[in-house]
């Protein structure tokens, strides 16, 4: 089964997921963003698809909408955005509850959460995009997984309380990691040193932790209880107050959990 689909917003989430939607069949018929020429730089990316700065889609022949939107953006976009019977509104949020869509004018709600790092200037394929789906109706539900099959996407079911807990994991996961090894860039340049040094240190670390799990792959001072290399490091942290911080607070817990 193939869908009419809208896409709301401009953003990373839009700019992979309305793609991938088309390669798979669907039809997306409009890209919305409150800047008109974002909307028309990722509309022509796409087959017939239009641009538009209004949210007034009652004449729209798309049935299925989806916000791919900030989270602060969902709930005034829902409440404003004007839609045909019959239509099934869509967040992509990995926090905000289902019931954030209810005073919407769709006659259907849902979630569809990528739980993914997506940025536009790198390709990925959604065989490797899981999706959190939640919905009231079982029809809902029944498009969900029609939409993540047609990507070749595995799905979970999850509730909002669940989903809340899972995209908190991911941000230590990803987002904090992400920073960790920014922190770990910033330090080498200072230094005059090349960054490429640790990639095999970094590669291994995270293949490791994957294989044998996080708790068994811990190594480094703070697991050893080696006080004199913490202070040491700290004395070398000095001139930076918030990464002297970050340091103290990562390795005390290191200190506390091992």
Known sequence: MKFTIAIIGTGNVAYHLSSALENAGHVITEIYGRNLAAAEKLSSRLYGTEASDVLDFTES????????VSDQAVADIAEAILLPENS?????SGVLPLDILAQSSADFTGILYPLQSL???????????PFLLEADEFE??????????SLSSP???????????IHVAAVFASNFTNHMLLVAESLMSQQGLDFEMLKPLIIEQ???SLQMGA???QTGPAMRGDFDTLENHLRFLATNEQWAEIYQVVSQDILDSH
């Open 61 to 68: 022949s798309a049935r299925i909408y989806i916000l791919a």
């Open 206 to 208: 995270i293949n490791k």
């Open 88 to 92: 099934t509104l869509l967040h992509t």
């Open 215 to 217: 708790r068994a792959s």
């Open 119 to 129: 940025s536009k200037g790198r390709d990925i394929g959604f065989e490797e995009v």
């Open 140 to 149: 809902t539900i029944k498009k969900l997984k029609i939409l993540c099959r």
């Open 155 to 165: 799905y979970y079911l999850v509730p909002s309380s669940e989903r809340r807990a």
